[in-house]
């Protein structure tokens, strides 16, 4: 039973890259239906009309069509879908968060869905820890870069007072008018 696990596991690794097929869009981390689609066992029209079929399941936060220019930017950016006629989709493809390739995977009810939904929700794991431990760096690196700005402004202000020092005092200026003395 062991090795039959591990058999299924690199068959699904070996259906989608999860570094690559998850991508960050309109701040949410999610993959394109076709991806979930191979990934499931499934042609991306069953995936869509699962979707059609049962919307109250897929609110915003789960599942999204993209825009014409979120299409585009993942053409150039991730060469995800291909140019050329008959290459690409005819309808804006839909990409689902976490919680919607669950939902997704539970709609389609195939043993690849349930056993392929179990490393879709890892690989997201994954993606949140590292995200996760790329914000304590980022945080990191605000606080120091803060702290070094402190350190220039009090350098400059230490450079301006010895530059104020150097300069010899002007001659007293001869006073206009009578002078009693």
Excluded: C, W
Aim: net charge positive; hydrophobic share 40%.
């Amino acid at each position: 039973m062991g090795s039959n696990r591990l058999q299924k596991r690199q068959a699904i690794s070996e259906i989608v890259d999860f570094d690559k097929a998850i991508h960050t869009i309109r701040g949410q981390r999610v993959m394109l239906d076709s991806d979930l689609a191979k990934l499931f066992g499934v042609p991306t029209k069953r995936v869509n009309e699962a979707v059609r079929r049962n919307p109250e399941r897929f609110p915003f936060p789960f599942m999204f069509v993209l825009t014409a220019q979120e299409v585009t930017n993942l053409r150039s950016q991730f060469a995800t879908l291909k140019m050329g006629h008959g290459k690409h989709t005819k309808y804006p493809p839909k990409v689902f968060t976490e919680h919607g390739a669950i939902m997704l995977a539970s709609l389609l009810n195939s043993p690849q869905a349930i056993e392929a939904s179990i490393y879709v929700v890892n690989a997201f794991v994954r993606m949140r820890g590292l995200l996760y431990s790329n914000k304590e760096l980022f945080d990191k690196l605000a606080a120091l870069e803060k702290k070094v700005l402190a350190h220039d402004s009090d350098i400059k202000a230490i450079v301006d007072a010895i530059r104020q020092l150097m300069t010899p005092p002007s001659p007293p200026r001869k006073r206009i008018g009578f002078n009693r003395e």
